[in-house]
């Protein structure tokens, strides 16, 4: 991840060229006095050091700007949130802004069961913020800071990814459908349709003959926890679960199938438009792709509606089929699905 915009503010890597802001910063004693690790006066050597970026394996941390003017510094490392904003940006909920757009991320790119922080005392704007964001004290303990040159009492906090998952449910709506994620008593509605000939030979994922424990199995393996690799439902608006959408893998992949009852109302598309827009929104893509089988003229239209130029064809074997299934091969950019809708 190189950059974030919220709706005021753009977070990117350090580079080289932020120095003499990250100085600036925390040069303030205001701004570092309940801070752990930066020590006042600021040490140039330190300050060079956390203008080169973390490895991505870790998180990410850098430079907050309002317009061109760096305002602050904000990061998650080893699922640990920590920030810092010059004092004449204080009280402008620019923290909160800028953490939410980072807490998520965080969730999505990284294994995390949750993102913890800590407060020293005597910093209740800190906690505020925190609060905001749903994190939860979970204790309390003793750290030194490097400002004070002395150890201080904090307090700890944490936000599990069932607690941000439960506070940004994953909903979207389009004129005629309902798109959130499959639950266990989805099943066997699911089963219903998934489990028909028709439709399993036509997607790669979907056994056949299915049983209705092999449909809870395959929610429980695809479930929503706020990262890519998850496949939700699609309810018509105040009746049943008609379809189901899917993405993820490397590269990132997308695919659909809908209970043949529902077919050729135009369903599809307008499933995967919504869902599409939501995802380039939600995660850092720049582009991902698709397969329709050679025969399945319909499925095609509808990657051509939504903007996938074909790349290639090639050969897969279904589970249950003796004869590979050829697959025509599609790859949809951001800019050009952006440009479409």
């Known amino acids: ?38 020590p006042h006066p600021p040490d140039p050597d330190l300050v060079r050091r956390r203008c080169e970026p ?38 402008r909920g620019y923290a909160t802004e800028m953490a939410a757009a980072m807490i998520a991320r965080a969730f999505q790119r990284h294994d995390w069961a949750q ?5 020293f005392a005597g910093n209740p704007a800190s906690e505020r913020v925190l609060d905001k964001l749903g994190f939860q004290k979970t204790g309390r303990g003793e750290h ?23 506070a940004n449910p994953l909903r979207i709506e389009t004129a005629r459908l309902v798109i959130r ?18 439709v399993a030979d036509m997607m790669q994922s979907l056994p056949h003959p299915m049983t209705p424990k092999q449909a809870q199995d395959w929610i429980s393996a695809r479930r929503w926890q706020g990262r890519l690799g998850f496949c939700p439902g699609v309810w018509l608006k105040g009746g049943p679960l008609i379809g189901a959408l899917g993405i993820g893998g490397d590269p990132v992949s997308t695919a659909y199938f809908f209970d043949p009852d529902h077919w050729g109302r135009g369903y599809a598309t307008e499933a995967m438009a919504a869902f599409l827009g939501w995802a380039f929104d939600h995660f850092d893509l720049s582009d991902l792709v698709a397969g329709a089988n050679e025969t399945n003229l319909a499925s ?18 279904s589970p249950h089929r003796l004869e590979p299934d050829r697959l025509i091969l599609y790859r949809l950019t951001r800019t050009r699905f952006e440009a479409r809708t």
């Open 144 to 166: 030194s800071c490097a400002a004070q040159g002395r150890s201080l009492p904090l307090a700890h906090f944490a936000l599990t990814r069932e607690a941000w998952l439960a």
């Open 54 to 91: 973390v490895p991505a394996e870790s998180g990410f941390a850098g430079p907050v700007f309002l317009a061109r003017a760096l305002i602050g510094v904000i990061g998650i490392i080893d699922a640990e949130l920590g920030f810092m904003f010059a004092r004449r940006h204080w009280g």
């Open 1 to 38: 991840m190189d950059e974030l915009r919220t709706e005021r503010l753009r977070w990117r890597l350090p580079r080289e060229s932020d120095f003499d802001g990250y100085l600036a910063l925390v040069s303030d004693y205001e701004v570092v006095k309940l801070t752990a690790t930066w």
């Open 115 to 119: 993102i913890s922080a800590d407060v």
């Open 300 to 317: 095609q239209r509808v990657l051509a509606k939504l903007g996938f130029e074909r790349t290639g064809r090639e050969l897969h074997q």
């Open 181 to 198: 994620p499959l639950s266990d008593a989805d099943a066997p509605a699911l089963h219903r349709f998934a489990s028909r000939r028709e």
